[in-house]
């Protein structure tokens, strides 16, 4: 007798768990298809897996700097499907109990605006890739997201058919307002970035030189030098109004907090 394998209907819950799993690594593992050796090989084409740096859109849309030297980008460019898995669970006890991600999709070369956007994301996420982003083999990629596969512990898995689950409205919204928020921030109240630095970061004696990067419906992004810190909002913007408020009671609560 088959057992009927019971199907969880996907909340607003799941999709803010998987948007804070995609945004709060900082790398994860890219599965690709590697092609057959040769032509006269019977298995054909094999699953290929290797470990990536990534960040995200607004959206929470992955994305990567990828080299062309390297065999998933290789893979990529014949065929570019993919699947690329997120997870906080290597670490416990018992990493079934731990919460991951299965993003599914195709992956593209990210040009024009989006190529400007997506490169600003990822060197926020990563400072440290400055360095060699420029290099003639690199170039950023983006993920088009058709499925999700979210695990948050033993029986709690779910199918998500309709992406990350931010509205492309409230993204553009955000966008349109992020470098000035950026800006403001780092200019005008560099103590309250700071402040965050110390409070949500791990090493509170080191928290000269942040600077606000990037910000999203999600939480923000601090770097200094080739540091990176995310902070998650407690609760998800709904709309760009809602920015300011919310940034100034995090600040609030970081001058609450024990230092």
Not at 22 to 47: F, K, N, Q
Not at 161 to 172: I, S, T, V, Y
Request: charged share 20%; hydrophobic share 40%.
């Amino acid at each position: 007798m088959t057992r009927e394998i019971p199907q969880i209907k996907p909340s607003d819950s799941h999709r803010r768990s998987v948007r804070a799993l995609l945004r709060g690594c900082r790398s994860g593992s890219l599965a690709t298809t590697l092609p057959a050796a040769t032509e006269e090989d019977a298995a054909g084409p094999t699953p290929y897996v290797s470990l990536v740096t990534h960040a995200t859109l607004p959206d929470a849309s992955p994305v990567f700097l990828l080299s062309e030297l390297a065999d998933h980008t290789q893979n990529l460019l014949r065929d570019p499907r993919a699947a690329f898995l997120v997870e906080q669970a290597s670490g416990l006890p018992n990493p079934q109990t731990g919460p991951r991600a299965t993003v599914t999709g195709t992956l593209h070369r990210a040009e024009g605006a989006e190529l400007e956007q997506a490169r600003s994301r990822f060197l926020a996420r990563h400072p440290g890739a400055a360095l060699y982003a420029g290099f003639g083999d690199f170039a950023v990629w983006v993920m088009t997201v058709e499925r999700i596969h979210f695990v948050g512990g033993f029986a709690r898995a779910v199918w998500i058919e309709d992406g990350p689950g931010l509205p492309a409205a409230l993204c553009r919204e955000l966008d349109a307002v992020a470098a000035s928020a950026c800006g403001h921030m780092n200019s005008d109240h560099a103590d309250a970035v700071a402040l965050l630095a110390a409070t949500y970061g791990s090493n509170r004696d080191a928290a000269d030189g942040w600077t606000m990067t990037a910000v999203d419906a999600d939480g923000l992004d601090l770097a200094n030098g080739e540091t990176s810190l995310r902070i998650p909002f407690p609760n998800p913007l709904k709309d760009a109004n809602e920015l300011q408020p919310t940034l100034v009671a995090l600040v609030r609560a970081a001058r609450a907090a024990p230092q």
